[in-house]
């Protein structure tokens, strides 16, 4: 069955450390995405994208966070300076004609 | 506020026994409805959703759920619970005006633990 898949299962960084999360999605979908979930809370919406670009994004995603499709495979979250609050599962994301999300195992940041 | 309520953090059954967990919505509009289950060292994976019509929904692992227009509820429940039930189970919601589909807003989540 495909599924999509994430690395690394967990990572820990500095504060202020540039972190990138890596994501290879269900192989033709065209609707990629980021959530997260900080410990004890809710899992949130990061972002959306489709045809290489951001289709929308919440309040979250700030200018710290950045996405690419760096080619036809993978789809990467980029945090430029990770904060404390950073800290949670993030996790990938990717649909295809059905809208049904499909959800990778997630990659535990850790920010020290 | 718009939100989704998941008012049990954590529930305890016995192997065998029925199971409903609940979940509230507040919107103006009946948003699209989801159940979601996270096994430990898992990703989320859908179990049901609800678009339209039939209010009763099957969803797989013998799991069903009951959307309720006049409670603003969609719990979901199972007859016989399985050991291997035990996770972690999210209501989730997108919002018929002004998203995409694909923007799940979550509930914060039911921990199911089953006894033998």
């Known amino acids: 069955e495909p599924e999509v898949t994430q690395t690394p299962s967990h990572q820990v960084t500095q504060m202020g450390q540039e972190v990138i999360l890596r994501c290879v999605p269900i192989?033709?979908?065209?609707?990629f995405y980021w959530y997260r979930q900080i410990l004890g809370q809710k899992v949130e919406f990061l972002v959306s994208?489709?045809?290489?670009?951001?289709?929308?994004k919440s309040e979250i995603f700030d200018d710290q966070f950045s996405v690419e499709r760096p080619d036809g495979s993978n789809f990467t979250l980029k945090i430029r300076s990770t904060k404390l609050e950073d800290s949670a599962m993030y996790f990938c994301?990717?649909?295809?004609?059905?809208?049904?999300?499909?959800f990778g195992e997630g990659s535990r940041l850790t920010v020290l | 506020a718009q939100s989704v309520t998941q008012p049990d953090i954590h529930i305890t059954v016995s192997e065998g026994a029925s199971l409903e967990l609940r979940c509230n919505y507040s919107?103006?509009?009946?948003?699209?409805l989801f159940w979601y289950v996270q096994s430990p060292g898992q990703g989320l994976q859908l179990l049901l959703k609800?678009?339209?019509?039939?209010?009763l929904v099957q969803g797989i692992k013998g799991f069903e759920a009951e959307f309720k227009r006049s409670q603003s509820s969609f719990n979901l429940r199972k007859p016989s619970v399985h050991w291997s039930d035990a996770a972690e189970y999210f209501c989730?919601?997108?919002?018929?005006?002004?998203?995409?589909?694909?923007?799940?807003?979550f509930g914060r989540g039911t921990q199911l633990t089953v006894w033998p």
């Open positions: 989730a919601v997108v919002p018929k005006r002004g998203s995409t589909l694909g923007r799940l807003y």
């Open positions: 192989s033709n979908h065209l609707y």
């Open positions: 994301a990717s649909t295809g004609d059905t809208g049904e999300l499909f």
């Open positions: 609800y678009f339209s019509g039939d209010t």
């Open positions: 994208f489709y045809n290489n670009e951001i289709s929308e």
């Open positions: 919107y103006g509009a009946t948003p699209y």
